[in-house]
């Protein structure tokens, strides 16, 4: 469908409009079009239930480029 095509095709970056500390969640909300505030409990909630959401948002970090 169309709206998979146009997801295919948006790169997963850092935001630089929406971020709280590096745009990781803000990325990833702008790339899955979802609410920031539903990614950052998702991150909030793997971060303590054992420490992977720490773990995946500093790889994120480190990754990711930032949008132009």
């Known amino acids: 469908s169309k709206k998979l095509y ?3 095709e948006k790169k997963l970056t ?3 409009t929406d971020k709280k500390i590096a745009g ?3 990325g990833i909300a702008e790339h899955l079009d979802l609410d920031p505030s ?3 409990i998702v991150w ?3 971060t303590l239930l054992g420490g ?3 773990l995946f948002y500093l790889i994120n970090w480190l990754v ?3 949008t132009k």
């Open 6 to 8: 146009i997801m295919a």
């Open 14 to 16: 850092l935001s630089t």
């Open 24 to 26: 990781v969640c803000g």
């Open 38 to 40: 539903i990614v950052r």
């Open 44 to 46: 909030l909630c793997f």
């Open 52 to 54: 992977a959401g720490l």
């Open 64 to 66: 990711l480029s930032a």
